[in-house]
């Protein structure tokens, strides 16, 4: 909204208050023609243009000057209120007068009319007039807004400019506080010479940049600049930026201490500085994770990258963590605000007995739990160490602690088997035998678990790999299928840890896999983890926010995966709407389909459907349907065979237009799996049909089962005679059909027979045009793959 004022340098003026104390311009004894009306609380639509002249009617130059609007709000009984604001002015044609003003919000929190109101206009930060108006405020009885106060933008920029740059406080604090003062002795002097600011409000103002002052913790780009500052004095607050750099993900904010009581870092002058719960990113960003679907074994596996160092050049170490009152691995890595929690040591019982006993335990270079020298493990159990340059380093079940110790070792926890070794499958292959204890290290190689282990690639990488398993939809995998997963990863290296029921996969406190305790629907309370924390984690709701982040992701890629438990109850499901975005998208879709279709496990075969969108053209389902512009939504259905699910078959219909349907043919029984496209209702050419040298313009046509031959035959022989052989076969031997030569009028007779030949007998030789149309008995074409 805009209204327009015009001045008269030297013309225009108004009569004088009659009381200059309660300053109250009377505008209703005088001619006013500029005068504004606005609405309480109206923000950036109140803009006034402003026409500036001279009395012989130039306009008034106002290159070079500068425009501000003063006003006096409304009386209130909330008090006595003034606004300036210098932020407005628009020069829209200097040289001509002309200049526009937006009106800032905080004009308008009082309806009334203003006491006073003008635009002063400054040259060098002299001023040189004022232009007056009438200023009226509607009320607005709907909303409230602001509450009126006074407000000078000059004032407000600086505090604002003075809380940001706090926000973004480094070790630069000095610096900015003399900046401050430098900007606050300028206004000062500058509003001194304007007369406007009364000193109280100055003061004020003065008062509120000290608050903001002493309102500050001290800043430091890192925790090291942080240690160095000798200043710091018990009861500061102080806040880095980062753990290493800025922005690292390690800010805190930490109050300074001689005395902790919580996570604290030691400081150069020998106080500490507390970590008072207020952290930027928990998680170390490096480590990541995938989920893939293994069709050949029909299970889901989860799989963890674990890099050697972070950003900065430090290894990425584990730890043990042992819990009294166990706990599930899920709910622990939600406390702990772990990057990746694993279910932890692997336990074994041994008779007589059963005793239950874990191995060898370390953690940060101290002994957490000794193995029991007394108890003889099973051969192929193994207690791993991490040493201090994170390799792992194998020994035997039941060694010493103290001897892991003193070899260097860091972290330790005890695993079932070996499954790979340089690279090679590893020594599980006969370790299956009679022995109780044996078998209940892992359990028999050659039986199917969810499992989950640890390997080692070259470069120090460890890879993560777990499975699901124990259900209808979920085999889980056997010694020998798992060590081939490790060996695809790229690594040389690989123990099967704790798995089955115990398995649990957490990644920043949401968990991946997806087997539960016995009870089938909660994680196993346990009574050690093995964890991965980054060491700026602190105790926060960003964990937990982060966890259900990421389980909702986890709850979309299910769905998008396609949860094969829906066809426990029906062999027919419903995937909803996929988009392919190219023709890699849409192999990959169909591959997707029919492989987690086929592992469906019903024995009278399963159907699936959905909507397909294609947005691109020239699909290889528009190029069999014979338009390679076409593009669009298709409704598609695969349905796969009962028994084994060995074969399938893929149809598309178009949404809009049911003419457009197509379909391809799948099977596990030979390479490769999918036929062509073919299309459906579609009328097309048939090319194996060969006439003689009688024979000329040969069409033949299909649409569906129905057959359309046309061609023409100069017959020459009164006995039946096969001028075209290799038609698609019909069920029976055709009748004989009489047909009018072309030139004089002779008359012929064809057939058509089982073989798919077509005879003609004509007592005169002449030229006869056929076109017959019949019903084949099936497609007797063959499916290209």
């Not at 035997?396 to 972290?411: I, N, R």
């Amino acid at each position: 909204m805009s209204q327009t004022l015009t001045y008269i340098i030297d013309a225009d003026d108004r009569a004088l208050v009659d009381d200059v104390q309660g300053f109250q311009i009377d505008w209703s004894r005088q001619r006013n023609d500029n005068w504004i009306t606005a609405r309480q609380w109206e923000s950036g639509l109140r803009q006034v243009f402003v026409n500036v002249k001279h009395q012989d009617g130039t306009p008034f130059d106002l290159t070079g000057y500068n425009v501000w609007f003063e006003g006096y709000l409304p009386d209130s009984t909330l008090g006595n209120f003034r606004i300036l604001d210098d932020e407005g002015y628009v020069p829209l044609d200097p040289s001509n007068g002309e200049f526009r003003f937006d009106m800032p919000k905080q004009a308008f929190p009082l309806a009334g009319s203003y006491r006073q109101a003008f635009f002063r206009i400054l040259k060098n930060g002299n001023s040189v007039t004022t232009l007056e108006f009438d200023l009226k405020v509607l009320a607005d009885k709907v909303i409230t807004d602001l509450v009126p106060r006074d407000w000078i933008s000059p004032f407000e920029r600086i505090a604002n400019e003075l809380l940001e740059q706090f926000k973004n406080h480094t070790a630069q604090a000095d610096k900015l506080l003399n900046e401050v003062e430098t900007k606050v002795a300028a206004l000062e002097e500058r509003m001194k010479k304007l007369d406007f600011v009364s000193q109280s409000q100055f003061d004020e103002f003065k008062n509120q940049v000290e608050q903001i002052l002493s309102n500050v913790n001290k800043g430091y780009e890192n925790v090291s600049a942080m240690q160095q500052d000798a200043k710091l004095k018990a009861g500061d607050m102080a806040e880095t930026f980062g753990y290493h750099q800025s922005n690292d993900g390690g800010a805190a904010t930490y109050k300074i201490t001689d005395s902790p009581n919580a996570f604290a870092i030691k400081l150069n002058n020998g106080l500490w500085a507390e970590q008072i719960n207020q952290t930027g990113d928990n998680y170390y960003d490096n480590i990541s994770y995938s989920i893939d679907r293994d069709h050949t074994y029909h299970t889901t596996c989860y799989t963890v990258t674990i890099p050697k160092q972070d950003a900065f050049g430090e290894l990425i170490m584990p730890e043990m963590n042992y819990h009294p009152d166990w706990i599930s691995p899920n709910a622990w890595a939600r406390q702990y605000h772990s990057t990746l929690t694993l279910n932890g040591d692997a336990s074994i019982r041994v008779g007589p007995g059963e005793t239950y006993m874990n191995g060898n335990i370390i953690s940060g270079g101290k002994i957490i739990h000794q193995a029991d020298t007394t108890k003889l493990y099973p051969d192929r159990m193994k207690s791993l160490a991490i040493m201090a340059d994170r390799s792992i380093r194998e020994y035997q079940a039941g060694v010493s602690a103290q001897q892991m110790l003193s070899d260097g070792a860091q972290v330790a926890f005890t695993v079932y088997y070996r499954l790979v070794r340089g690279g090679q499958k590893g020594e599980f292959a006969n370790s299956d035998n009679d022995i109780t204890d044996n078998l209940r290290a892992g359990g028999r190689v050659t039986d199917h678990y969810p499992a989950l282990g640890i390997g080692e690639k070259a470069d120090g990488t460890w890879i993560i790999i777990g499975t699901d398993g124990r259900s209808i939809d979920e085999d889980g995998v056997t010694a020998d299928e798992f060590a081939q997963k490790f060996i695809d990863a790229g690594c040389v290296n690989a123990w099967r840890m704790d798995g089955g029921g115990s398995e649990s996969i957490n990644y920043r406190g949401a968990k991946l896999n997806r087997n539960y305790d016995d009870n089938g629907f909660t994680d196993r309370k346990l009574q050690w983890t093995f964890d991965i924390r980054k060491p700026t984690a602190a105790d926060n709701s960003n964990s937990y926010a982060t966890a259900a982040a990421g389980e909702q992701k986890l709850n979309l890629f299910r769905q998008i995966m396609y949860p094969l438990n829906t066809f426990l109850m029906s062999s027919f499901a419903i995937l909803g709407n996929t988009r392919v975005n190219n023709a890699d998208e849409l192999e990959n879709f169909l591959n997707e389909v029919a492989y987690r279709l086929n592992e469906s496990q019903m024995p009278q075969g399963a159907h699936l459907t959905g909507i397909l969108t294609i947005p691109f053209t020239n699909s290889a389902i528009a190029q069999a349907l014979g338009y390679p512009n076409l593009s669009g939504d298709f409704q598609w259905d695969y349905t796969c065979t009962a028994g084994n699910h060995n074969t399938g078959m893929f149809t598309v219909k178009g949404v809009n237009d049911h003419q457009f349907q197509a379909f391809r043919q799948f099977t596990k029984l030979k390479e490769p799996h999918w036929s062509k496209w073919y299309a459906m209702n579609q009328t097309v050419s048939v090319n194996g049909p060969q006439g003689t040298g009688e024979v000329s313009d040969l069409i033949v046509h299909r649409y569906g089962n129905y057959i359309e031959v046309s061609c023409k035959i100069n017959t020459n022989s009164n006995a039946w005679k096969s001028y075209v052989t290799g038609l698609p076969l019909p069920p029976n031997d055709g009748p004989s059909v009489a047909v009018i030569s072309d030139n004089q009028g002779h008359v012929g007779y064809f057939n058509l027979d089982k073989g798919g030949k077509l005879n003609v007998r004509a007592d005169n030789n002449d030229a006869y045009n056929i076109h017959y149309t019949y019903l084949a008995s099936g497609p007797d074409y063959n499916i290209q793959y």
